[in-house]
């Protein structure tokens, strides 16, 4: 007994659903937003009216029952938080909303195109917030940006915060230049750099300190760093964060990061170690 729309006689729409961000949604079936329909626009079978034809509640002005149905799938404005109507021009108009419930299948495709982003990031499972590198096409630079992960939804600008900065090209490398187990006994599959009597290339000294009696390189700089290592079974922690493979921090004065090879300490050779400022 009540249109959703009226785009005849100007663009009139009485009825919409507000997406996760609060913005209103004035489509009723699919996932384009700017397409206006119902569910029976798909198969053409909505009912026919001057006013137009892709639902069936739009086929009168006149105070006659009507229903309409169709399946939301955009996952950027689902979930459906509300649903409004208005303004009714007659006493005797009157509308009835049902909204079903949200329904997750199927599994997300993997993005092959060499690229990362905020909402990359967060879709990958991310979900703390804070700097990461980004690299917003396979040909671009890599940049660092702030990402708010925790926000709601996954649109870029949203998840996004402030201006992108861009990497240092004059970076440096630091790498272990010698190695010697002082302690190693047989039995031990796990040593770190407190086991070691290890040196490093001179540039290290710049950024860091070593305090081999914790085992630990102590941040002199405050800065992005980006580490890896040649060797797989080695594994290395920020403060209490473990870094399975490369991982990117910002070190903050004092900061600690501690080493250590998962088997014998053959495995953790000269040229493991590699230590980039950014």
């Known amino acids: 007994m009540a249109p959703l729309k009226n785009t005849v006689f100007g663009k009139f729409f009485y009825g919409w659903w507000v997406d996760h961000n609060g913005e209103k949604k004035f489509y009723f079936d699919g996932d384009n937003s700017d397409d206006h329909v119902c569910g029976c626009d798909k198969d053409n079978s909505c009912t026919q009216s001057s006013f137009n034809s892709t639902c069936h509640c739009d086929s009168s002005l006149m105070p006659l029952w009507n229903s309409d149905s169709g399946k939301l799938t955009n996952k950027e404005d689902l979930p459906v938080k509300g649903f409004n109507y208005g303004s009714f021009f007659s006493e ?50 890599l940049k660092v940006n702030y990402c708010d992960l925790s926000a709601p939804g996954y649109k870029e600008e949203d998840l996004r915060v402030g201006e992108s900065q861009p990497l240092d090209k004059g970076s440096m490398m630091f790498t272990l230049t010698n190695l010697v187990c002082t302690y190693c006994p047989g039995q031990s599959r796990y040593y770190d750099l407190s086991s070691f009597n290890a040196t490093f290339d001179d540039a290290l000294a710049m950024n860091f300190d070593i305090v081999l009696e914790e085992g630990v390189l102590k941040t002199k700089k405050e800065g992005f760093y980006a580490f890896y290592f040649s060797n797989s079974w080695v594994q290395f922690y920020v403060g ?24 014998l300490y053959k495995d953790f050779v000269k040229g493991d170690l590699v230590i980039k400022k950014i």
């Open 92 to 141: 005797h108009q009157a509308a009835k909303i049902t909204i079903g419930k949200l329904k997750c299948s199927g599994v997300a495709k993997k993005s092959n195109d060499r690229s990362s982003s905020c909402a990359s990031l967060k879709r990958s499972g991310l979900d703390v917030n804070g700097y990461y590198l980004t690299k917003d096409n396979p040909t671009s630079d």
């Open 240 to 263: 209490l964060t473990q870094c399975e493979e490369t991982c990117v921090h910002w070190l903050k004065i004092g900061d600690k990061l501690k080493f250590k090879s998962n088997y």
